[in-house]
């Protein structure tokens, strides 16, 4: 069974710093392609970073410069430092795993930046 399960969420003020992980039981995480996703109230959900197995990484624009997405094979994580945090960054972060053509996702973790 493949459980997906995030912490490191919070409430930061503008130009803060979050650190969000993912830990990811069963066996699929060295073949998973890992990324992570958010979705705001009202908004669709939108990649934010992934990182494929072999370690090549893409952000959306929005992000580019400012978060870092990594992986950790032997400890099963994903991880995703955001630095020079935005209020339009406030959204629920969710863990996603693809692997042989199947998908699966954590539970979500908040995350609000607000003076």
């Known amino acids: 069974q493949v459980q997906l399960v995030e912490s490191g969420g919070g409430l930061v003020q503008p130009g803060g710093s979050l650190r969000l992980s993912c830990v990811v039981s069963?066996?699929?995480?060295?073949?998973?392609?890992m990324a992570w996703y958010r979705q705001a109230p009202g908004d669709e959900r939108e990649l934010v970073a992934r990182?494929?197995?072999?370690?090549?990484?893409n952000y959306a624009d929005s992000v580019k410069g400012r978060f870092t997405i990594s992986r950790d094979n032997a400890e099963h994580t994903v991880s995703l430092q955001m630095n020079s945090l935005k209020p339009e960054d406030t959204a629920v972060y969710y863990c996603?795993?693809?692997?042989?053509?199947?998908?699966?996702w954590g539970q979500g973790t908040q995350v609000t930046v607000s003076s």
């Open positions: 996603n795993a693809a692997v042989l053509f199947r998908t699966y």
């Open positions: 069963g066996t699929i995480f060295a073949l998973a392609d």
């Open positions: 990182i494929a197995r072999g370690g090549t990484t």
